[in-house]
């Protein structure tokens, strides 16, 4: 991350809920070692209702200082702007990857001042331990991913396997490719299924995996230890 700025400056700035007429605005957060799908599976949904019904989704990506970071898979996403410009959104996607492990003190506080006034508030894999850490999931059920869900307890969260959990204005997904179906979800509440039954063929999202073990308890034994304990230290 670039170097840390007055907390004061990344205080929410004036505006409405909405920008771009009667766009919703869809404000996806990025840092670096942010997890690729988690942010563009999303995205690609929220997309393909702008596609089916124009003037539905307006989708805008933010970076603590506007300045590009770099994915964990290694690519490098531009944001539009900078958080202390971003106005509170109507939905505020919260994506994970390593990135969320130590997150900059300047993004939690942006965070817990635009949580709480998005009309909804979404996150993927372990966007949802950021949340939970800033008590925005407090008392509430919630997922994330298989190797942090033990961790959602800790902050008073009632994890849940489930792909995808909704509770109030509150939509967590479990890991990484799962980000597609949180998408569909809340676009299936505002503008109905219909819409949401519109993305899927736009993006063909029509999944038929060559081997069935995308979860801990399909997966081979031995691979679901090998993972735990190589990846241990998101547990401690």
């Given at each position: 991350m670039a170097g840390k700025a007055g907390i004061s400056s990344l205080r929410p700035s004036p505006g409405g809920r909405r920008i771009d007429g009667a766009h919703r605005t869809v404000l996806v957060v990025l840092f670096d070692d942010v997890q690729?799908?988690?942010?563009?599976?999303?995205?690609?949904?929220?997309?393909?209702?702008?596609?089916?019904?124009?003037?539905?989704?307006?989708?805008?990506?933010?970076?603590?200082?506007?300045?590009?970071?770099?994915?964990?898979?290694?690519?490098?996403?531009?944001?539009?702007?900078?958080?202390?410009?971003?106005?509170?959104?109507?939905?505020?996607?919260?994506?994970?990857?390593?990135?969320?492990?130590?997150?900059?003190?300047?993004l939690v506080e942006w965070l817990r001042g635009h949580g709480t006034g998005a009309r909804r508030l979404v996150s993927v894999c372990t966007g949802a331990i950021l949340l939970a850490a800033e008590g925005l999931l407090t008392g509430r059920r919630a997922?994330?991913?298989?190797?942090?869900?033990?961790?959602?307890?800790?902050?008073?969260?009632?994890?849940?396997?489930?792909?995808?959990?909704?509770?109030?204005?509150?939509?967590?997904?479990?890991?990484?490719?799962?980000?597609?179906?949180?998408g569909l979800t809340p676009v299936g509440r505002i503008a109905g299924d219909e819409h949401a039954q519109a993305v899927q063929p736009l993006a063909e999202y029509d999944p038929r995996p060559p081997c069935d073990a995308g979860s801990p308890e399909k997966a081979p034994a031995h691979l679901v230890e090998e993972f735990r304990v190589k990846n241990r230290f998101i547990q401690t």
């Open positions: 690729s799908l988690d942010v563009t599976g999303p995205a690609e949904v929220f997309a393909g209702a702008e596609q089916h019904t124009p003037g539905t989704y307006r989708i805008r990506t933010a970076s603590l200082d506007g300045a590009p970071v770099r994915t964990s898979s290694g690519l490098t996403d531009v944001p539009d702007l900078a958080l202390a410009k971003a106005p509170v959104p109507d939905t505020l996607t919260v994506p994970g990857g390593r990135g969320s492990q130590n997150p900059d003190p300047r997922t994330s991913y298989w190797l942090a869900l033990d961790l959602l307890v800790r902050f008073g969260v009632e994890p849940t396997g489930e792909r995808v959990v909704t509770d109030g204005k509150y939509v967590t997904a479990a890991g990484v490719s799962s980000g597609i179906d949180m």
